[in-house]
């Protein structure tokens, strides 16, 4: 066994402060919150190659003292604690003294600082934790720290480091996160030169959430506020249409600190549940203000998790206060609404009133549900671009070729999220006659098509109907078939674009669409911008965590595109395998949102077209992500199910 020794200080130093520092964006956190509670008025960071090379935090506030400045970068040396009394009741961001000594056990440090009370500032330089210049300096009133070349002597912890636009995306969102609880203050963001964000300063949250999340983001979120005895909520909450992938879009404040909660998030979820759909965030900004002493801060090396002495409760303030303001909302939807122009989403509408998404294409002519299927059939003869499908928001009439390529009334945007108007399921044709059919396929031969296949057979079935607006059920001669309406579509669309028959470039969007995304999410998206382009994206850099969509998918609704490039931007963090296989992962998104959802109505035609098409291709067997999407019972085992036979 080997013996027992007392580590060296340095080494000590260098373990303690991985609790502390784990890349860029702890250090913007740290240092932002000792500017914060050093009463400082105006913040500046500066950030270059990610904050690993260069970081500059430059604040207005009290200064430190000059017989000080060294005892700030002892460990656990704080300001903000003398008492053991004190630790139950704590109303300061940073109090354990482990920032600056934990910074500067990494990388290069220089402090400059100054107080009102003397004329001169002081200037201190460490390295890795030793002390390399001190002395006199002119500088204005606050305190500025310059941290250079971050884990220059932990080689072992660089290499974890992300890419240089990964690492400042991350100390983005640290940065943001401490501006928007702190609306009071005007902080500044510059990366690389360029000016990320800048706050205000007003003491307004919304000013805050609009300086770094966009006009589009602030615009659409709801205000809360409730008091539920010591406890108060305030802040904003996005309305139900308006979610995300992930939850990278909640923030908690606990007495202006932003924490990490599953109590806080589940409260949230939970009064959203029935709202939204599953596997979809809504976006939230929440500060809490309760008893210093009904909370523990200082149960996380990075006080980013805290302990509540009534939880119970908490949840129940949190859940209330998002429930009523959902539930306001839903009342003056209804009263902004203006008749025949606006519509409710499809996750507001009962089964009977959902219909089939279309398109009109580019001669006025709306397709059929069932023609998007022979198309997908005869692209593989024809080679034949289809015309750039355009959404129409009105009603559609008999005579809908005589109307132009688009239909759009006049809408405000922050007034309501409209979706496309229900559109009669009608075919401008009469259906041709079709021709004899082969032999139905078995189960046993799902096998997959061969390439030389030009055309997949005409199948004989008959559409009896379907189950829940979901399961189409039909007949052959020798049994019954039942088809999952969704995911063969999904698998249908996912074939057609991943093969590239269509022949058709992205489709150009009338109008460029900005999105709002989470910072690192947005960043995530242009690091693989070519990516995006191959499945059909064309993106650019809008600022403040929008990204401006000049192209999308053909098959894409244009109301869909923020939904699905929030979600591919949660799939860029979190995936890990080859381009190839993400590439692959993108389509599937793709073509999820694109296909026919379940609960919407077909009418009996274009179900007997989709069955055929879908029956006829033996690669519609699971949708992209394995789920089955037709299923076969034959006629023997009916009759044995029923105990006709035995």
């Not at 002395?135 to 912890?157: H, I, Y």
């Not at 239909?407 to 229900?422: G, N, Y």
């Not at 057979?457 to 007949?475: H, N, S």
Request: net charge negative.
């Amino acid at each position: 066994m080997a013996q027992i020794y007392q580590m060296s200080p340095q080494l000590a130093n260098l373990i303690a402060a991985g609790e502390v520092v784990e890349r860029p964006g702890s250090v913007v956190k740290e240092l932002l919150e000792n500017a914060v509670d050093a009463g400082a008025k105006h913040v500046t960071v500066e950030l270059r190659h990610g904050g690993i090379a260069y970081l500059r935090v430059t604040d207005d506030g009290s200064g430190i003292l000059p017989e000080d400045v060294r005892t700030a970068f002892l460990r656990h040396a704080t300001s903000k604690l003398r008492r053991e009394s004190e630790l139950s009741a704590i109303g300061t961001l940073g109090f354990r003294g482990e920032a600056l000594a934990a910074i500067a056990a990494v990388s290069r440090v220089d402090l400059f600082t100054r107080t009102r009370h003397y004329d001169a500032g002081v200037q201190i330089t460490i390295e890795g934790g030793k002390e390399t210049g001190y002395g006199e300096t002119g500088c204005p009133q606050g305190t500025t720290v310059v941290v250079r070349d971050l884990f220059f002597n932990v080689p072992a912890r660089a290499k974890f480091l992300k890419k240089d636009a990964t690492e400042a995306a991350y100390a983005e969102s640290a940065a943001a996160q401490i501006a928007i609880s702190h609306p009071q203050v005007a902080f500044r963001l510059i990366r690389d030169g360029r000016e990320i964000f800048s706050t205000p300063g007003d003491g307004k949250m919304r000013s805050a959430i609009y300086a770094c999340g966009g006009r589009d983001l602030a615009g659409s979120l709801l205000a809360i506020s409730g008091a539920f005895g010591e406890i108060t909520v305030s802040g904003f909450i996005s309305p139900a249409e308006v979610t995300r992938a992930t939850r990278a879009q909640q923030a908690f404040y606990i007495n202006g600190r932003y924490i990490h909660s599953r109590l806080l998030s589940a409260a949230v979820e939970e009064a959203y549940k029935g709202r939204i759909m599953t596997g979809r965030y809504p976006v939230c900004y929440l500060d809490l203000r309760l008893n210093l002493s009904a909370v523990d801060v200082n149960v996380h090396p990075a006080k980013l998790e805290v302990k509540f002495s009534r939880e119970k409760e908490v949840f129940s303030a949190v859940y209330q206060s998002v429930a009523a303001a959902l539930e306001a909302n839903g009342e003056l939807e209804e009263l902004r609404q203006k008749p025949n122009l606006l519509v409710p989403r499809e996750d507001h509408l009962t089964a009977g009133q959902q219909k089939m998404n279309l398109h009109v294409d580019g001669r006025g002519k709306v397709p059929t549900f069932a023609e998007t299927y022979q198309t997908a059939h005869a692209a593989v003869a024809q080679k034949q671009p289809a015309a750039m499908p355009y959404q129409t928001k009105s009603g559609a009439s008999p005579a809908m070729d005589k109307l132009p390529p688009l239909v759009e009334p006049v809408i405000d945007p922050m007034a309501f999220d409209p979706v496309k108007q229900e559109v009669p399921l009608a075919s401008a044709e009469e259906p041709k006659p079709a021709e004899t059919p082969a032999e139905p396929a078995r189960p046993a031969e799902f096998e997959p098509s061969k390439p030389e296949e030009a055309e997949p057979q005409t199948l004989q079935v008959r559409v009896l109907g379907e189950v829940f607006r979901t399961y189409v059920i039909a007949e052959d001669k020798d049994g019954l078939w039942l088809i999952d309406k969704h995911a063969a579509h999904e698998r249908m669309l996912f074939n057609r674009i991943k093969a590239g028959l269509d022949g058709q470039a992205p489709q150009l969007l009338l109008s460029p669409k900005t999105v709002t995304l989470s910072q690192v999410e947005k960043d995530a998206c242009l690091e693989h911008a070519e990516l995006l382009r191959q499945a059909g994206f064309g993106v650019e850099d809008f600022g403040r965590g929008a990204l401006l969509v000049r192209e999308a998918p053909m098959y894409l609704d244009e109301q869909d595109i923020p939904f699905v490039l929030s979600e591919i931007g949660a799939r860029l963090l979190s995936h890990r395998g080859a381009d190839n296989e993400l590439l692959d992962d993108l389509l599937k998104s793709i073509s999820c949102k694109a296909a026919v959802k379940a609960g919407m109505d077909t009418d009996a035609q274009e179900l007997q077209q989709f069955a055929e098409a879908v029956l006829a291709d033996s690669n519609v067997r699971n949708c992209p992500h394995g789920r089955p999407c037709v299923t076969y019972l034959s006629r023997y085992q009916l009759e044995k199910l029923f105990k006709r036979i035995l």
